[in-house]
């Protein structure tokens, strides 16, 4: 692997051998051929090293195919397809046409794609990027590495939560930024705007958009309008009244820490199962977070979002999950929402993950936009999702991305009207 002494023009690398725990010096390094071919860096002090190390190492090569999508052996997550961006001088017109993989797709719901303005570059230099952010495919070889060899949940102390720019930092600015995009969304408002404001508010906090370039996602922030149940792309399409919006804020922090959370919010006069769908997710959350404490099992939380969306006449997506969270984006633990869910991990004081179900209007299926991110209901009903991130304290859960003097979640619609 290369480690990246600092992030100036004068950085120093240093290279390792991807054995975890190897201390050989790599004199003559021997890259992983199929490693190689994905544009993942990935060295070995020797050939006895790498052949020694190769069943294990090997995992990383299936979990970059699950990751990087279709142009490497299926699934999805990888760089949306020609067609989609237009100049930012460009006439409405031509902003609001459909993306080429668009006008030939079969929607399953009334909401359309409009096109995409170029990415926002990183404008302040006192942002500290995480490996993804400058690599081609837009692969954490960090995270990749951690899924291979890491069977553990990873217990944060004072030192990693406390302090300037650390783990809590990193989830006060993602409250931060969410709450600046939350503001800006309105009747008529692109979300392509929404994009352009949380990316400034990050630049402005020192902190990086942890979506930007991760598996090459085009923008700085998930927004999910409708039937979109997560990963929609931000574009020109403008907010219609009645619309329910999602905005999914990740920042990464100068001091290499991610803070992830969501909300959803109703834009203008939102009829009475748009409102339901939207109160029920957050109720979901709510009673999920109420149960975490040292001893619950993480796959009990998914039979208590089952009931309460099962209550409420809706149903909880099931190819999506929580995740832990901290210096990698997405880590151990995973957590599931349905129920039923074999989940492996009991929580312990120190674990930092976030809980975000996702709940729909009709069925739980979910298909994917020919974009290869925008996951949507297959039945076209509407979706909607509310997230934090969590902390496991002595006698139960510190939520670090909660609003300012709201330690516990506390249904108000008046918040999230719009």
């Known amino acids: ?118 990415r926002r570059p990183i404008t302040n230099p006192r942002v500290l990027k995480p490996d993804y952010a400058t690599h081609p495919g837009g692969v954490s070889n960090s995270e990749q590495r951690d899924r291979a060899s890491n069977n553990s949940i990873r217990v944060y102390g004072p030192d990693e939560l406390e302090g300037e720019c650390n783990l809590r930092y990193a989830c006060a600015m993602g409250r931060e930024v969410l709450d600046e995009g939350g503001k800006a969304l309105r009747v008529g408002v692109t979300t392509d705007e929404i994009d352009r404001v949380v990316h400034e508010a990050c ?71 748009g409102r339901r769908v939207v109160q029920t997710a957050f109720e979901c959350l709510q009673s999920a977070l109420a149960m975490v404490k040292p001893g619950t099992l993480y796959r009990d939380l998914g039979s208590t979002i089952h009931r309460v969306a099962v209550a409420n006449k809706c149903s909880v997506v099931r190819t999506y999950c929580g995740h832990g969270i901290g210096s990698l984006f997405h880590t151990a633990p995973n957590v599931p929402h349905y129920h039923k869910n074999k989940a492996k991990g009991v929580m312990k004081e120190g674990h930092v993950f976030t809980v975000e179900p996702m709940i729909n209007l009709g069925s739980y299926e979910d298909t994917t936009w020919g974009d290869n991110w925008t996951a949507v209901t297959r039945d076209g009903k509407r979706s909607a999702q509310f997230e934090h991130t969590v902390l496991v304290t002595k006698d139960g859960c510190e939520i670090l991305t909660a609003r300012k003097n709201e330690p516990v979640m506390k249904w108000d619609p008046d918040l999230l009207q719009r």
Not at 62 to 87: E, S
Not at 111 to 117: E, N
């Open 203 to 273: 630049m402005e906090r020192d902190c990086y958009p942890s979506p930007l370039n991760y598996y090459n996602f085009p923008k700085s922030v998930c927004t999910s309008v409708n039937e979109v149940i997560c990963h929609g792309i931000p574009d020109y399409r403008e907010v219609q009244d009645g619309d329910i919006v999602n905005i999914d804020v990740t920042t990464y922090s100068r001091g290499g820490y991610h803070g992830d959370l969501n909300e959803t919010f109703f834009v203008g006069n939102v009829d009475a199962d």
């Open 1 to 118: 692997m290369m480690i990246a002494a600092n992030q100036d023009s004068n950085a120093v690398t240093v290279m390792a051998c991807a054995t975890p725990g190897c201390t050989n010096p790599v004199i003559k390094p021997l890259a992983c051929p199929i490693c190689t071919q994905h544009g993942l860096r990935n060295v070995f002090c020797g050939q006895q090293c790498f052949k020694e190390n190769y069943a294990q190492h090997k995992k990383i090569h299936t979990l970059f195919q699950q990751m990087a999508g279709p142009g490497v052996g299926g699934g999805h997550r990888r760089t949306p397809p020609d067609g989609t961006v237009c100049p930012l001088d460009s006439s409405q017109e031509v902003k609001t046409s459909l993306p080429i993989w668009a006008k030939t797709y079969e929607f399953t719901g009334d909401l359309r794609p409009a096109l995409l303005s170029p």
